[in-house]
């Protein structure tokens, strides 16, 4: 009976230690991440260098809101957006002691707060609302994304995206407008860019396919050609 329960105490003590941690699926140490009591904060030049890649490639439009170690576990990273659609949204992200990325599932762009390329660009001045009712204002991408952080770095406890302003001008790769007057009209402009991916479209920059009509810098009417250019 001692012997048994010697073994199990052994069994207990790798489950969670670094001897056998190897075994746990991602979405259990995903778990035993988020659940740590002791978790420690860094900066985040000391994430590993495997870490600071794939954030500097997925999350361009991010930037590290937080950086925390759970002893003997991963480190936990909250990615806080600083620009685009969905700016201000808190996601988290996860990694192992190696710096691998741990993941329940592959997730795709614009999944989970992975950064998803937009087909427009929201044009500026822009207001935004925060919890507080303060307005946040930018003239250009790099001011509302240093105001917005600024403000997040004050009150960290805030987890609530801001709203913009209405009425809201997009421009499209294509030089065309269009103003969104609510959140509904800005989010499906938003998820029609979905529309404009490789397989719809030959020349996804123009958002047209070869032969199709197109206008040409100076504004004179045009057709697309084999390169992809309007002419």
């Known amino acids: 009976m001692k012997l048994r329960f010697l073994s199990l105490a052994l069994l207990a003590i790798c489950a969670f230690s670094s001897c056998d941690k190897e075994r746990f699926s991602n979405s259990e140490l995903i778990d035993a991440i988020q659940q740590a009591t002791d978790k420690q904060t860094l900066t985040y030049e000391e994430l590993p260098e495997h870490a600071r890649d794939l954030l500097q490639r997925d999350y361009t439009e991010s930037y ?7 002893p003997d576990l991963g ?16 996601s988290y992200v996860y990694f192992n002691l190696k710096g691998k990325e741990l993941r329940e599932r592959e997730r795709r762009r614009g999944e989970g707060g992975c950064d998803r390329e937009e087909c427009f660009r929201i044009v500026f001045p822009v207001n935004m609302v ?3 009712s303060t307005i946040i204002t930018g003239n250009d991408r790099r ?16 987890d609530q995206r801001p709203r913009f302003q209405y009425p809201l001008e997009l421009e499209f790769e294509d030089g ?3 103003t969104v007057n609510d959140d509904f009209e800005l989010l499906e402009a938003y998820t029609n860019c979905s529309e ?7 020349c996804r920059r123009l958002r047209a396919n070869i032969g199709d009509f197109c206008y040409q810098e100076n504004r004179i009417e045009g057709v697309v050609n084999d390169d992809c250019e309007c002419e």
């Open 75 to 90: 480190y936990e990273v909250s990615m806080r957006r600083g620009t685009g659609v969905m700016v201000g949204e808190l």
């Open 143 to 158: 001011e509302l994304s240093s105001n917005l952080r600024s403000w997040y770095a004050d009150n960290p406890n805030i």
């Open 64 to 70: 590290a809101a937080s950086v925390q170690l759970a």
């Open 176 to 178: 065309s407008l269009m």
């Open 196 to 202: 404009y991916s490789h397989e719809r479209f030959d």
């Open 130 to 132: 925060m919890s507080d």
